[in-house]
């Protein structure tokens, strides 16, 4: 049986026989940096280490998906809603979080669709 260092080779990646998913972090990995870095006194980062765990789940469709929503003027206020709540439902309390926070700046500044 393979060993993931035994997959993860500069020769396998130069002869495309790695894909995305060798390459994703594991959610367990960036929850543990981000213990790290709240006990590094960053609790910004932790958070952010935190949200990536949460995506970390998600597929590549999503996760752009979410990316695109994000953008100024790409969405109304609804659709970031329906993306929170949708969020939520998935287990991704902090990325859901994120959005609403969005949604309320950016329908103070206008940068609704």
Excluded: W
């Amino acid at each position: 049986m393979n060993t993931r260092r035994e997959i993860l080779t500069v020769a396998n990646a130069v002869d495309g026989k790695l894909g995305l998913t060798h390459l994703r972090m594991d959610p367990a990995v960036l929850a543990q940096q981000a213990v790290v870095a709240e006990d590094g006194g960053n609790p910004q980062l932790a958070e952010n280490f935190l949200r990536a765990a949460e995506l970390a789940t998600m597929d590549d469709e999503d996760v752009m998906n979410l990316y695109e929503a994000l953008r100024p003027h790409r969405s109304t206020g609804a659709e970031l809603e329906a993306l929170r709540v949708s969020l939520e439902r998935r287990g991704a309390a902090r990325c859901a979080e994120l959005v609403r926070q969005a949604a309320d700046a950016y329908t103070r500044r206008g940068l609704l669709r």
